[in-house]
């Protein structure tokens, strides 16, 4: 997305009447936001609309039916709150905006606590029946991935629905089942992978299947795409791995469809003692025989009740369900030691690949620096002997020579006359015109540091506040680790001309950054928040 739409969607929300606390999605034409006003926080939506009136008909028509759809099933998706338009000038294009319940994404979750077996199995049903909510109500959505996952305090774990088909095309490929990638084949079956496949990346670090027995990510992406039955993730019970297993195996062996994939989650749950479901998953993997008797996630009937299945674990595993729920720690676990020692192993393996290729890449050299050598030998010989071709060899030498430099000149001409450009466009305050010479030789791989600098120092001479983000966005970090006074200087002329939301837009930009940039904005915002 381009920054003067970003800056945009930042202005039509502060208009409103809302702050930003994160930026959580950004595409061309979709922003989410966590948004506050006084006591209250949102999960923001715009959506990027073509200013027509099929497709704004559109838009409208689907927001309503979620809207529906969100009402009717409160439990399993975000509440959507409010929906309007923003910033509706009669312009080409134009804002949608919805308005939904707050809640923590996954990422803010696991960076406040790590998640619990039990979170892992409430999202895996939770996915399950928004799936099938999606369908009862006539909603097209195939995949579910973490950026649509918010914990709610109160209520647990639910959905976030967005309109944009941008959200849903940006679905990490993982969670995409063979049969889709490789003939565009998606039914019921293929739900139940997606479910699978992100229960099994919870559980297994967030790393794919095949990874640890596989020499790249390519590899290892053949062998799913081959539909290989794949290991058991690292964490979990035995018979939640199995369950996870089986739902992103080969399509025949999967369950039929999520509902059934749900129902057996559910059963799972209920048989297993208290102090194991609140225990954060990471390091933890549970043989679970003594909970759940005789129960087999390979002949799974879903018209068996999950009363009764509770009733086939011993009523000594029951009583110890309910006598010790304060317990924090599982007495019986077993770390994946395996696992552990193989995924170490093939690091050490990989280290050894790269030792070797730079021992490879040593000799290459060295023997270049022989050829080299022979070379001025053979030159210095031909002079003392006075050898016939010494002419000869010295006019190669000269053709060579001039070639490179010809070469070089161009190259540096093509440079300098792009930076030329730049600099005669700022110089005239012909900002647009730079910015699109600049950004062209950014995206090529160029170091744009001196134009990007001289471009942020103009526009905040001229007060050209807004266009000073997206310069910032493309200088480099070895740049920005021995320039923080360049920053700190930027934000006070703001502060100092009564600029304030300037300022604070400049902040958002460097937190988007990460790195060096991002800890800058984190200091500045403290200070002027605390004058």
């Known amino acids: ?280 998953i990471s390091g933890h993997s549970y043989r679970d025989e003594e909970y759940t008797g005789d129960f087999d996630e390979e002949k799974f009937d879903n018209k068996v009740t999950v009363a009764e299945e509770i009733e086939k674990v011993p009523e000594s595993k029951t009583a110890e369900k309910i006598r010790e729920p304060e317990a924090l720690t599982p007495k019986e676990y077993m770390k994946a030691q395996e696992r552990a020692e193989r995924r170490k192993a093939k690091e050490e393996e990989k280290r050894a690949r790269e030792q070797v290729k730079a021992e490879e890449q040593k000799k290459k050299h060295i023997e270049q620096q022989l050829k080299r050598a022979k070379k001025e030998e053979q030159k210095k010989n031909a002079q003392k002997n006075g050898n016939k071709d010494r002419k000869d060899l010295m006019i190669i030498i000269g053709i060579i020579t001039a070639v490179i430099l010809v070469i070089a000149g161009i190259i540096t001409g093509v440079k300098s006359s792009t930076n030329n450009k730049i600099y005669s466009y700022i110089d005239s305050r012909t900002y647009g015109t730079a910015m699109v010479e600049l950004q062209e030789l950014y995206e090529s791989g160029k170091n744009v540091d001196k134009a990007a600098e001289k471009y942020a120092q103009s526009c905040l001479e001229d007060r050209e506040y807004k266009r000073i983000p997206a310069a910032v966005q493309m200088l480099s970090e070895e740049y920005c680790e021995t320039n923080k006074e360049f920053f700190e200087n930027m934000i006070k002329s703001m502060v100092e001309d009564d600029k304030e939301s300037r300022a604070y837009d400049l902040l958002d930009a460097m937190e988007a950054c990460g790195g060096v940039r991002a800890e800058y904005a984190s200091e500045f915002r403290s200070s002027m928040e605390g004058e």
């Open 1 to 280: 997305m381009s920054g003067e739409n970003g800056e945009k969607r930042r202005e039509l929300i502060r208009n409103a009447g809302y702050f930003i606390h994160t930026e959580l999605e950004n595409t061309n034409d979709t922003s989410i936001y966590c948004i506050g006003e006084k006591q209250n926080s949102y999960i923001l939506q715009l959506v990027h609309v073509f200013n027509e009136e099929k497709h704004r008909r559109e838009i409208e028509n689907r927001a309503e039916s979620v809207q529906k759809m969100t009402a009717r099933y409160p439990s399993v998706f975000l509440r959507y709150l409010e929906k309007n338009w923003m910033g509706d000038s009669g312009d080409f294009q134009t804002e949608f905006m919805i308005k939904m319940q707050y809640g923590l994404s996954m990422e803010q979750r696991m960076m406040e606590k790590g998640l619990t077996l039990e979170d892992v199995i409430q999202i895996g049903i939770k996915c399950a029946e928004a799936l099938e909510a999606c369908k009862e109500c006539g909603i097209p959505v195939k995949r579910i991935d973490y950026r649509m996952l918010y914990w709610i305090p109160e209520e647990g774990w639910k959905i976030g629905f967005f309109l944009a088909d941008s959200v849903e095309n940006l679905v990490r490929k993982e969670f995409m089942p063979p049969e889709w990638i490789q003939n565009k084949i998606y039914d019921k079956k293929s739900e139940v992978y997606n479910i699978g496949m992100l229960l099994y990346l919870l559980m297994n670090e967030d790393e794919v299947p095949f990874l640890d027995i596989c020499q790249t990510d390519e590899e290892a992406e053949e062998m799913r795409l081959s539909s290989a039955k794949p290991p058991l993730p690292l964490y979990g019970t035995e018979t939640l791995k199995k369950i996870v297993r089986k739902a992103c195996s080969a399509r025949q062996e999967r369950y039929e469809d999520v509902r059934q994939l749900r129902d057996i989650l559910e059963k799972i749950s209920h048989m297993l003692p208290q102090n194991w479901l609140i225990s954060e």
